[in-house]
């Protein structure tokens, strides 16, 4: 397939994997010399322009956190307050962070919030400790709001106090006595018969009967550790550290040796996008600890708490030493991602409907959901079902409290851990209390189920050969909707009720059966032979949990059972209660795991992923909730739109606002590479799955239209459309109407630009088609220039409205297109109304203070939007050393060149940015450099709300808004204006 040449994707146009990687390599190796060259300038003492570079590199690494942190921190030092605070108030709020919190409270507090940095300081104090220095901080808050002072606990268990009274401690309901000012170790406070300190939840410091700031602290959360174990094929390699206290050096003790191992090395070759996230690290070689190698070990933090991935056992340390030998490679997998099952074994098996069934709930933290989440299964379940809660040790005493109430009621069985060991072995204490015989379902605490969900499940194992059946879910992996294959936000309650319904609905009107490669353990039914034939989860393997039950499915397929997609059934999943931040790490260690069993298995689950079995149930469901929301509406009406996006795209969704307002449902259309897709206008309401693969489905998409009552079909632009969509009015029996945005009609190069990026002047058709002959044409349909004329004729003539956003692009319409009907100007923005509420600033700093003249050029900057113009005249300032500056918001096809010669160049911006981008610049006029005509100009709209007169070449929609505007608004320039004049006349004017 030849390559596309133009930017806008669509139908037929791709780019390979090979391509997006390279660009992705490209682009961050791009972030990496930003970030560096950033920190090298304010390190010496350069601060504008190291925060130019750390804020382009924020910029175009989409706000990465640790870029956003980095650059917050130096607008910080460098005293840009308001422009610090909101990067900091999205991080903590994030990310929770204890740098981001100290970060915030200490702009605030220079702000002169002291109440609202307090604030933030007790949200911090709850859940980690404070450092050296960090005392300074809270002494000023506190006096500042004339406190009684301020507690902090450390890892360690000392608690500093800061205050100017006594203060009565309590851990739990426990108090410890009264403290003055100090640093006190609070297991020499608390009496010998309530245990260790960290065995407690929460420590509450009051004075005069108030709690005092940094007095409601969660100890859980204040010695929470995050850890990894890996065995390696030479050694074991492990990292940790505590989050509420960063500084702190940890401790790790190893089953058959007393002596704990103090750990003072920070990780080597730690890899993590969490912010800031910063273990300590060590590594054990078998040759020194042979029984790691041998025997089962276990791995624990200074409070005895397993490390995540731990214990290691000998099964897994011999697979990591030699995957060759220990890897299953029986048989492999099905072209459609499934395992083989084994040859003969599971061959005519008949299921037959089980005794009972019984659901196992691991429980660990958060009672709340534990609660919402049982009471759930509760209400739902039949008489026969019996319930199963494994107790994991949890340190709540509120939901162990709850637990045992359940237990004396006779409501469930309750089976505790004495240490937490994780969902494997949760869910394979759970399997032992089950009756033979019976079918079981595992399903997380974080879930909420609704309806008869057991007998819907149950009905799918009663199939013959049925091993695990999947339901869907928000977060269900390969069952996930509306977004497969990733984690959706968690819908309402009453919302996940309602698609519960509505699968069942679909799934009785489009009968489903889809093989799944392995289950989701977030609920995963499991038929009785099933289970007598495959046995428990192999906790050898994957000591916590993920990966456990994929296993387990991969061994019942070589057993000769199929794992089926419960499409009747919703599972509400608030997805990874159970891991939290540490969920990660672990999930990636235990995929290598796995694919050291399974070989080929990540490319498997690929080859289910790309095959999208489910897509037309995700689509017909899709279709439903639209529907839906079709009643809301009087009638409905289709937008036709490139993926270019840019201005075309924001005429579409301005548009779809008008036409939501006059009662009317608009559908967006998009190309694809396949075909089309639909965007969903609704606020709130994600259909990603309105997908057609053209022309196969062009009967199906019509159908869809047809029911959601479509009365007319409105062309913004078709560039990437399959060629059929321009019958799509037609095939409807509807009117459509065309909106011009570019001079596609006549110009397959769209923009009036022959091929060295200069205004081609509007020659005669054999001009034009000189011009074509040179190649690199967008419009790369196989039509020539008569036959497009012709057919733009035909169309434009035949629509019911041809409407433009200004005289000028109707003009050059009209000159080229012979119309029989007038065409319709309807101008995008209200430049009147710009004005009235801009307020146009008159600067002259070139003559005033002496500082260059700040020329500011917004949008992406293509060559017939002027890249060459600035290249050039960037270059010309360079070389003479003119006091003028160009400052760039936006981005090129290439950044380099232009900041080479000078022009500072933000990149890429997001539209909610651009005020504040343009009051950064601080810039003395506008510029818009377009050689070409433009049919209308958004970015003159935001330079002069923005208060900036702009400077224009004279010609297009622009030239002729800015002499309707006035001279106070702008002026204008001859196009083609040599660079010395340019120059000289920047300097002079504005």
Known sequence: MKTPVTFIPGYGRFCTPQEEARWEAQHLQELHKMFTKGMACIKQGELEDGLFWLGRAERLSGRAATLSFTYAMALWEGGFLAKALPRLEDLWGQSGVRETGLALAGVLSQQGRAVDAARVMAQLLARNSLGDGHDVLMDGIVASIKAVGWASLSCAGVLWLRVRKLVTVFLDDVPLGPFSSGMYDLAEHVPQQKGPWWRGERLHIICDGHTMLGGQIDLQAVIRCHSLITPEAQGVRGWLWYPGEPGAVPTIRVDGHEVPIKIEGLAEGFS?????????????????????????????????????????????????????????????????????????????????????????????????MVQACVESVLATIPPSCRVIIIDDASPEVALRTYLLSLAQEGRVRIKRHERNQGFVESINTGLALVPEGWDVIWLNSDT????????????????????????????????????????????SVQEAAALDALCQQQAEAMPLHVSLPTANGFCMAVSAACLKAVGRLRGAYFAQGY???????????????????????????????????????????????????????????????????????????????????????????????????GGVARAVREHAVRLCKAGLLPFIIEPTMEGCRVVSPVEGLVVPNLRFALPEDY?????????????????????GHEPGMRQLHHKLGVPYEVYVHDHIWFCPRIALCNEEGRYCGEPSLTGCEACLAEGNVPLDEAISLPALIARSTKELNAARRIVAPSEDAAKRLARHVSLTRSIICEALEDDQTIHARSALLVKDYFLVRGR??????????????????ILTLGQYIQKHALPLHLILIGGTHDDDALLQAGVSVTGAYEEADTMALLRDADADIGFIASIAPETWCYTLGWLWQAGLAVVGFDIGASAARIKQAGPQWGQIIPLGMPVERLAAFFMTHG
């Open 448 to 491: 909420l189920v609704f309806g008869p969900w057991v007998e819907r499940l149950r009905r799918w194992l009663g199939q013959a050969g049925v091993g695990t059946v999947t339901p869907l879910s928000n977060a269900g992996g390969l069952t996930s909707y509306p977004v497969p294959n990733r984690d959706n936000p968690a819908p």
């Open 852 to 869: 260059p003249r700040r020329i500011v050029i917004l949008g992406g900057i293509s060559r017939w939007k002027g890249y060459d113009v």
């Open 272 to 368: 993590s996008t969490a912010l800031l996230q910063r273990p300590y690290g060590f590594y054990l070689p078998y040759e020194a600890w042979p029984d790691l190698a041998v025997k089962r070990t276990g791995f624990y933090d200074g409070y005895g708490r397993l490390l995540q991935g731990a214990p290691l056992d000998s099964a897994l340390v011999q697979l990591m030493q030699s995957p060759s030998s220990t890897g299953n490679k029986r048989k492999g997998w099905t072209r459609e991602g499934c395992r083989k099952a084994r040859k003969y074994v599971g061959k005519g098996q008949q299921s037959t409907v089980a005794a009972g069934c019984a659901v196992i709930i691991p429980v660990y933290r958060d009672k709340a």
């Open 547 to 645: 990966g456990e039950e994929n296993d387990f499915c991969l061994r019942a397929s070589e057993a000769g059972f199929t794992h089926l997609v419960g499409a009747d059934v919703y599972v509400l999943h608030y997805g990874h209660g159970s891991f939290g931040a540490e969920g990660s790490p672990l999930l990636q260690r235990n995929l290598t795991i796995l694919n050291r069993l399974y070989p080929g298995y990540d490319a498997a689950i690929q080859r289910w992923k790309q095959a999208e079995p489910l897509r037309v149930f995700w689509r017909q469901l899709d279709w439903q909730r639209m529907a839906q929301h079709r009643a809301r509406f009087s009638s409905a009406v289709v937008l036709l739109q490139h993926r270019g996006g």
């Open 699 to 719: 009967p199906i998409l019509v159908a869809f239209l047809q029911e959601m009552g479509v009365e007319c079909v409105i062309w913004h632009h078709l560039l």
